[in-house]
């Protein structure tokens, strides 16, 4: 998840000087004014070098020019140089303070950098002059998303959603915003109703985040529709692979999972999360060979604790209830506060006919500060066969 889906390049449709033949105020000569129109025309069209090169030019005229600075540091965060970038922007306000371009600019240079509150300052100086950009509202709504101030955040896109009911930007952030904070149901209202109002703005990552909304609930089936419609659009997609392998075995469909699992592994075969849960799969269908073939391979990248788990379970599995206890054992050493791992070995005593074992082992765990519903009802129950 990344799941990111708010625009984060808009700077050429909102920030791209509109008139070369002003600047603030003075008459810009003719050259430079020629230049500068080449030179953000080469930017729109992602030719950067032939950019800078006119930028350049600007500034063996002027020095100081602000289209030149500006569209400098525009060239340099189109390359995600944002570091650079930031010193374009930075030179050209501290000869044009005003600049908001170079102010727009620098402030997503912020944000890239992660340094959301310098952005924020920025953007809110702003909007203490125009309160009613949308763009730059969600833009400050995002970045309180990313330091978690939900209520800010959330202020901010109603917002924008008073001023433009359907906003896909808003609503798309509204989502994001609920599921950070595993609201999922409200999530799910507003990346729906973003599809619902904005048939023109369908991104596969919508799609996708809505289906994850429905893994969260648990309601599977309705996750696997919008899974699918992502497949759609993009047969490879990653995580709307991943979703509808999940689902299907939320939904206990294992060989459906199977399938989209072994889908990723096509073309990310040495993923060891991923070959554990098809080993998972395969176990739980009872393709015990299969399963560990799997399990083995995650655990030739790296050691996996799950994958060590689903090798346990398949020894438990064929009967192999010494084998399965003594791996059950190692991993208990190497995570004792997992209660997972003392149900599956009090099951090995149960079925080897030593439930005072199982027992101890069961009580063993609150010397952890463990506590599991899970558990207690266990010892409950061998306490009654007693």
């Keep these: 998840m990344s799941d990111e889906m708010i625009k984060e390049n808009v700077t050429e449709e909102l920030f791209f000087p509109s008139d070369f033949s002003e600047n603030e105020g003075q008459k810009v000569p003719a050259e430079i004014s020629e230049l500068s129109k080449k030179g953000y025309q080469l930017l729109k069209d992602n030719m950067i070098n032939e950019a800078k090169e006119a930028f350049n030019k600007i500034l063996e005229i002027d020095g100081n020019n602000n289209y030149a600075l500006v569209g400098l540091g525009d060239s340099e965060r189109k390359q995600n140089h944002f570091r650079e970038a930031e010193n374009f922007y930075q030179k050209c306000l501290d000869y044009h303070p005003t600049n908001n371009y170079a102010l727009f600019g620098l402030a997503d240079c912020y944000k890239a950098l992660n340094q959301y509150h310098k952005a924020i300052a920025i953007w809110e100086q702003y909007l203490i002059h125009d309160d009613r950009n949308i763009t730059v509202l969600t833009r400050v709504a995002d970045a309180y998303r990313k330091i978690r101030e939900f209520k800010k955040s959330k202020d ?18 509204l989502g994001h915003l609920h599921y950070d904070f595993k609201e999922y149901r409200d999530a799910l209202y507003y990346w729906t109703k973003m599809l619902d109002k904005n048939e023109n703005f369908v991104d596969i990552r919508v799609l996708t985040s809505i289906g994850n909304c429905h893994r969260k609930l648990k309601t599977f089936e309705k996750g696997v529709t919008y899974f699918e419609r992502a497949l759609q659009k993009e047969p490879n997609n990653f995580y709307a692979l991943f979703g509808l392998a999940d689902c299907y075995r939320g939904m206990n469909q294992q060989f459906r999972s199977i399938e989209y699992w072994n889908k990723i592994l096509e073309m990310d075969p040495d993923n060891k999360v991923i070959l554990t849960r098809a080993g ?75 439930k005072g074992k199982a027992l101890e082992t069961l009580k063993n765990v609150s010397r952890y500060g463990v506590r599991s519903p899970a558990i207690a009802d266990m010892i409950n129950r061998l306490e009654r066969q007693a």
């Design 156 to 173: 901010l896109y109603l917002s924008v959603l008073d001023m433009e009911e359907n906003n896909a930007y808003a609503l798309i952030g």
């Design 280 to 354: 998972d799969a395969y176990r739980n269908t009872g393709d015990y060979r299969t399963a560990a073939e799997y399990y083995n391979k995650a655990m030739d990248i790296e050691f996996d604790v799950y994958a060590a788990l689903g090798l346990a379970l398949i020894c438990k599995g064929e009967g192999r209830y010494e084998e399965a206890a003594e791996r059950l054992q190692g991993l208990i050493k190497g995570d004792p506060r997992n209660f997972r791992f003392y149900i599956d070995l009090s099951d090995c005593y149960v079925k080897m006919n030593q």
